[in-house]
């Protein structure tokens, strides 16, 4: 695997790639690398012949007193990793490469980024977009591996990429947990033994209210409400716990079909955020059923 930190380089190596009629994808991430990083590059790996993938802790996605500082960095580990993962080309820019002291240009994705994480991290989507969009022209990939944990983000990028045409493909990988649930993370590690075993109650909160919803249940509010109550009693602080249209994240209504429950819960310093996706049948087929029900119940007394 090469490493590069330059724009320059970076192209330099991709021209050789693109001359050989090789396709390319991409993995953008902060570093500090865990199995959902590696499972983005396996996935990656499968869609072209060459993966690059880049380490940048991007100054402007981190708001005034957030982990910007102490994010943590674990270069030589991480690239250890990326090499074991068959990765092609790790790039490692500074924040010089990347923002020019006099820029003066950034990518909004208006109202989506103003929700949920949004409302409590101000202009952190405005960071990811923009410095998204900046790597993408940077490597200029066919396709680009996202993972899902952070659904709001990936929601973010494709309508960006869709509105400002850029020619990508966003693939989303399902997110990678660990054996209590818990979504891997690189912020995970802020957590001490205690705050660890507890932060496996944000999955299990999720999934029982998936469970109330699959099962019949669409009072969103009440579920909301109730799912906010029980991580507050073991002492999350919740940002949001919400049900959302998994198509543009606003609020379900009892006749949506594809929803997306987003949760963000901080425990002690540390900020987690997890999602469950839900696929209700549609109502079409309940209102079939129902109908099959009446029709087969005259039936049924008719045979006796
Ligand atoms: O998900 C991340 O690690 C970051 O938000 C990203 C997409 C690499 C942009 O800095």
């Given at each position: 695997m090469q490493t590069v930190t330059t724009v320059a380089e970076l192209r330099a190596a991709i021209k050789i790639w693109r001359q050989q009629g090789e396709r390319i994808a991409f993995v953008p991430t902060m570093g500090n690398l865990h199995a959902g990083h590696l499972r983005l590059v396996t996935v990656a790996k499968q869609h072209a012949e060459r993966v690059v993938v880049s380490i940048f802790v991007n100054p402007s996605q981190f708001g005034v007193g957030e982990d910007f500082a102490s994010y943590p960095r674990t270069e030589a580990q991480d690239q250890a990793q990326l090499h074991s993962v068959g990765a092609d080309l790790l790039f490692l820019p500074?924040?010089?490469?990347?923002?020019?002291?006099?820029?003066?240009?950034?990518?909004?994705?208006?109202?989506?980024?103003?929700?949920?994480?949004?409302?409590?991290?101000?202009?952190?989507?405005?960071?990811?977009?923009?410095?998204?969009?900046?790597l993408f022209n940077c490597v200029q990939a066919d396709v680009a591996v996202f993972g899902q944990k952070d659904f709001q983000q990936l929601a973010v990028i494709k309508t960006m990429v869709r509105d400002l045409h850029i020619p990508i493909d966003i693939i989303g990988v399902a997110t990678v947990r660990e054996a209590s649930g818990l979504a891997m993370s690189s912020r995970n590690g802020y957590l001490s033994a205690a705050e660890t075993a507890l932060a496996a109650h944000l999955y299990q909160t999720l999934s029982s209210t998936r469970e109330a919803i699959l099962a019949?249940?669409?009072?969103?509010?009440?579920?909301?409400?109730?799912?906010?109550?029980?991580?507050?009693?073991?002492?999350?602080?919740?940002?949001?716990?919400?049900?959302?249209?998994?198509?543009?994240?606003?609020?379900?209504?009892?006749?949506?079909?594809?929803?997306?429950?987003?949760?963000?819960?901080?425990?002690?310093?540390?900020?987690?955020?997890?999602?469950?996706?839900?696929?209700?049948?549609?109502?079409?087929?309940?209102?079939?059923?129902?109908?099959?029900?009446?029709?087969?119940?005259?039936?049924?007394?008719?045979?006796s």
């Open positions: 500074g924040v010089a490469d990347i923002y020019a002291a006099d820029a003066k240009t950034t990518v909004n994705v208006h109202g989506l980024s103003e929700l949920y994480c949004g409302a409590f991290r101000p202009g952190h989507f405005s960071g990811v977009a923009t410095v998204v969009c900046k019949g249940n669409r009072a969103y509010p009440a579920l909301e409400q109730q799912a906010t109550h029980s991580l507050q009693t073991l002492g999350f602080k919740v940002d949001y716990f919400t049900v959302c249209r998994s198509v543009d994240l606003a609020a379900a209504q009892v006749d949506d079909i594809d929803l997306v429950i987003l949760t963000a819960a901080r425990l002690g310093k540390t900020r987690l955020i997890d999602n469950l996706e839900i696929t209700l049948p549609p109502p079409a087929q309940s209102l079939s059923n129902a109908t099959k029900e009446a029709t087969d119940a005259p039936q049924a007394h008719l045979k």
